[in-house]
Nanobody, 124 residues
Framework: QVQLVESGGGLVQPGGSLRLSCAAS????????MGWYRQAPGKQRELVAT???????NYEDSVKGRFTISRDNAQNAVYLQMNSLKPEETAVYYC??????????????????WGQGTQVTVSS
């Protein structure tokens, strides 16, 4: 099993910044893609940004130029620097990781894990 724990959410004024962190732990053989998603009240969960093991990034159009995703492969961690935040970006932000996990007998299988979410509120 692979567990993800997010941190760094909170209340910020419009135009402000926040940095989210997510650390993966457990029986990790390899993490391929890590990413951030968000879900606002009454809306579906949507992609914010993803990053591959070799550092290729992908962003939702509305956050390009304001958000930056990064990762520390040695720490199995992913980060999201969010600048110029807007009220409509108030949501629960979730971390996701996909890769390979191993059993007691070192049998490899795929995993797709989610964190518990961290609340980001953008309001004056």
């Amino acid at each position: 099993q692979v567990q993800l724990v997010e941190s760094g959410g909170g209340l910020v004024q419009p135009g402000g910044s926040l940095r989210l962190s997510c650390a993966a732990s457990g029986r990790i053989f390899r993490i391929n893609t890590m990413g951030w998603y968000r879900q606002a009240p009454g809306k579906q969960r949507e992609l914010v940004a993803t990053i591959t093991g070799d550092g290729r990034t992908n962003y939702e159009d509305s956050v390009k130029g304001r958000f930056t995703i990064s990762r520390d492969n040695a720490q199995n961690a992913v980060y999201l620097q969010m600048n110029s935040l807007k009220p409509e970006e108030t949501a629960v932000y979730y971390c996701n990781a996909q890769g390979k996990t191993y059993s007691d007998t070192y049998f490899l299988r795929d995993f797709d894990s989610w964190g518990q979410g961290t609340q980001v509120t953008v309001s004056s």
